[in-house]
């Protein structure tokens, strides 16, 4: 088999496995659009079950959450043109399906990567399903019920201080909270990224206690990019929780080069 031929094979492979993800996420997605969460109570106990709405939707049902719980008083969330509802709701549909179709896209991205991968590498892939699942879970909660509330609070108050009624897109609202929902789910991985290059052997532990003043200083940057003013007080809401994670994931580093060097 010529060179171009095993880029050929490569690169269909790379299409099948991209289409299993975007299936799978579209499914979700469509499932979310589609799907309207009912409750009963059986036994005192509350149960959860789905029934086709596509207009009341799940999508919608936390659109609605969102603004019930993040927008501050006296604001007012509106729509300025058609369809911006729906496409927000579009918007949650997908992020949902791309947490949830997590497992589907880390399984695929290591059975892509696994010629290239030795077997210690390809079993680090497996075993940290779990933990990117579950700080992508942490960031977007922390990030939900700490960092957002205060930061459109923040944000907003002096409209209010000055008796101005405060009027917020739908598409601004959704695609600010997604971002920061987005920011602190992958920031949270920080941990994960740090023990699984360690164990790859691309570093050690004593690179990351090294590169620790850098990485700080890399972090603050991040923090001031990603926060939408200039007050220098925001940021700390994203600087912070990583310094900590990255403080976190280097003694993990250490404390597993030190197992494995008494093994």
């Given at each position: 088999?010529?060179?171009?031929?095993?880029?050929?094979?490569?690169?269909?492979?790379?299409?099948?496995?991209?289409?299993?993800?975007?299936?799978?996420?579209?499914?979700?997605?469509?499932?979310?659009?589609?799907?309207?969460?009912?409750?009963?109570?059986?036994?005192?106990?509350?149960?959860?079950?789905?029934?086709?709405?596509?207009?009341?939707?799940?999508?919608?049902?936390?659109?609605?959450?969102?603004?019930i719980?993040?927008?501050?008083?006296?604001?007012?969330?509106?729509?300025?043109?058609?369809?911006?509802?729906?496409?927000?709701?579009?918007?949650?549909?997908?992020?949902?399906g791309?947490?949830?179709?997590?497992?589907?896209?880390?399984?695929?991205?290591?059975?892509?990567?696994?010629?290239?991968?030795?077997?210690?590498?390809?079993?680090?892939?497996?075993?940290i399903?779990?933990?990117?699942?579950?700080?992508?879970?942490?960031?977007?909660?922390?990030?939900?019920?700490?960092?957002?509330?205060?930061?459109?609070?923040?944000?907003?108050?002096?409209?209010?201080?000055?008796?101005?009624?405060?009027?917020?897109?739908?598409?601004?609202?959704?695609?600010?909270?997604?971002?920061?929902?987005?920011?602190?789910?992958?920031?949270?991985?920080?941990?994960?990224?740090?023990?699984?290059?360690?164990?790859?052997?691309?570093?050690?532990a004593?690179?990351?206690?090294?590169?620790?003043?850098?990485?700080?200083?890399?972090?603050?940057?991040?923090?001031?990019l990603?926060?939408?003013?200039?007050?220098?007080?925001?940021?700390?809401?994203?600087?912070?929780?990583?310094?900590?994670?990255?403080?976190?994931?280097?003694?993990?580093?250490?404390?597993?080069?030190?197992?494995?060097?008494?093994?």
């Open positions: 088999m010529s060179e171009l031929d095993g880029i050929y094979e490569h690169l269909n492979e790379l299409r099948t496995r991209v289409l299993r993800v975007v299936i799978v996420v579209g499914i979700i997605a469509v499932f979310l659009m589609t799907f309207h969460i009912e409750t009963m109570t059986y036994n005192e106990i509350i149960l959860y079950y789905p029934t086709p709405e596509p207009l009341d939707n799940i999508a919608a049902q936390l659109t609605n959450y969102f603004k719980n993040l927008v501050p008083d006296g604001v007012q969330l509106i729509q300025t043109a058609p369809g911006q509802a729906f496409f927000s709701q579009i918007y949650i549909a997908a992020l949902v791309l947490v949830a179709g997590t497992p589907v896209i880390i399984r695929e991205i290591v059975s892509f990567l696994k010629p290239a991968l030795k077997e210690n590498e390809i079993n680090i892939g497996r075993t399903t779990a933990p990117i699942m579950g700080l992508f879970i942490s960031g977007c909660l922390f990030a939900y019920f700490v960092v957002i509330p205060f930061m459109l609070e923040f944000l907003y108050k002096y409209g209010a201080s000055s008796g101005l009624v405060t009027f917020l897109n739908i598409m601004d609202f959704v695609t600010f909270v997604l971002q920061f929902l987005l920011a602190f789910g992958l920031s949270f991985q920080l941990p994960v990224i740090m023990y699984a290059f360690s164990q790859a052997g691309m570093t050690d004593k690179f990351w206690r090294k590169n620790i003043r850098y990485a700080i200083i890399a972090i603050v940057i991040f923090g001031a990603v926060t939408p003013d200039g007050s220098g007080v925001t940021m700390w809401f994203i600087a912070g929780p990583m310094i900590g994670l990255y403080i976190a994931g280097m003694i993990l580093v250490e404390r597993k080069e030190k197992q494995t060097l008494k093994t």
